[in-house]
């Protein structure tokens, strides 16, 4: 029944949501003459690589500096990308992966090789499911760039401050995962771009139906300073991604 969702619902948004995209390629290619997509390499099910597709909101072979987490004043964001970012429109073209199989709708948020070689064994049980576009985490953590901003290491930090409550969040949607979910998270997702607040409360509540433990409801509400935290399997906080 996923897979049939995935494929009727990434369908009719590339449809619906195609001018959208267009306006943002044009405007891309008009900045710099440069390709408007970027082809991110993503670990996906199973641990194998693909291609994730999105629209470029940095410079070009912005990778090449190896800093895989991105802050809001990073240097490498382009003026435009800035307002693709913000509006999240970096992220529609990946309804073609979800087309194509590659990826889902709602599922754990795909990472780089470099991110996932770090993963605890608890963290791998989350390769074992198509990465989606959007799920709690994406809801709970949409401000991940204002968290990174003026830190000395945004890799890091990121590892301390985000990843451990993303994993859970993905490994407990993974024990939940439905139709009728997946669908109440894609409504969340779009509610997001209006009232954060109140999506960030209609998160709350779902948690505490499916019985989330609680730290993670209260995580939820974004009310509490992220403090650095160990990932889940793991006693110690990331301090190097060197393994």
């Not at 306006?23 to 440069?34: F, N, R, S, V, W």
């Amino acid at each position: 029944m996923k897979r049939g969702f995935d494929l009727i619902f990434s369908f009719i948004g590339l449809i619906l949501l195609f001018p959208i995209i267009l306006i943002a390629c044009i405007g891309i290619y008009l900045q710099d003459q440069h390709s408007p997509f970027y082809i991110a390499k993503r670990t996906g099910k199973n641990n194998k690589n693909f291609n994730m597709i999105k629209l470029r909101s940095m410079i070009v072979n912005a990778e090449k500096n190896k800093v895989d987490s991105t802050s809001s004043n990073d240097p490498r964001i382009t003026k435009i990308g800035r307002f693709i970012r913000k509006l999240k429109l970096d992220e529609l073209s990946q309804l073609f992966n979800v087309f194509i199989g590659e990826m889902s709708l709602v599922g754990p948020r795909p990472n780089v090789n470099r991110e996932t070689d770090l993963y605890t064994e608890v963290e791998k049980n989350l390769l074992r499911v198509k990465p989606g576009i959007t799920d709690f985490a994406s809801i709970i953590f949409s401000d991940e760039s204002e968290i990174l901003k003026n830190v000395d290491d945004p890799d890091i930090s990121y590892n301390q401050l985000i990843r451990p409550w993303k994993s859970r969040l993905g490994l407990f949607y993974i024990k939940k995962q439905s139709v009728q979910l997946d669908f109440l998270i894609i409504i969340f997702t779009i509610l997001s771009f209006f009232s954060r607040e109140i999506s960030l409360i209609l998160v709350n509540k779902t948690l505490k139906k499916l019985k989330a433990p609680s730290d993670l409801c209260r995580l939820s509400l974004r009310k509490d300073k992220l403090k650095p935290t160990p990932p889940p399997g793991s006693n110690e906080i990331v301090l190097t991604r060197e393994i």
